[in-house]
């Protein structure tokens, strides 16, 4: 009974139940204003048709206002799968690792303190350093 307790913690250690450990801050101003759990209908199609455990929803304020949408992912295959489909738009970037998905995309800011927090938020995942 207890080695079955054992190997149930361990394999609910790694599920990304919750969302990564975003920057506070980055260059430029960049401010965490909030983070919330976001309703799972509300993502993209490529997204739900791939499958992904939980969402999320960061906004960040400063040069401009840009919002982070995080997907943990069900497989490191979903991910790459939705990196390949995803369609691209201006002032958006999309960043993936084995356990998230994350779609970045902002409003009046200019091409470096975006670069600046891009950066900053592809650094914090796990596994991204």
């Not at 394999?11 to 960049?30: H, I, N, R, V």
């Not at 401009?64 to 991910?79: F, I, Q, R, T």
Request: hydrophobic fraction near 40%; include cysteine.
């Amino acid at each position: 009974m207890l080695c079955c307790l054992t190997i149930l913690l361990f394999s609910c250690a790694g599920s990304p139940a919750t969302p990564p450990k975003l920057p506070e801050s980055a260059s430029f101003g960049w401010r965490l204003k909030d983070i919330a759990e976001t309703n799972p209908d509300a993502a993209p199609d490529s997204v739900r048709t791939l499958g992904f455990l939980k969402s999320w929803r960061a906004e960040y304020t400063g040069p401009g206002v840009a919002n982070v949408d995080v997907y943990a992912l069900k497989s490191e295959a979903a991910g790459l799968e939705m990196t390949q489909k995803w369609r691209a738009s201006a002032q958006t970037v999309t960043v993936f690792n084995a356990k998230y998905f994350v779609v970045i995309h902002w409003q009046t800011a200019d091409n470096a303190s975006a670069t600046a927090l891009v950066g900053q938020i592809e650094r914090s995942l796990p596994g991204s350093q």
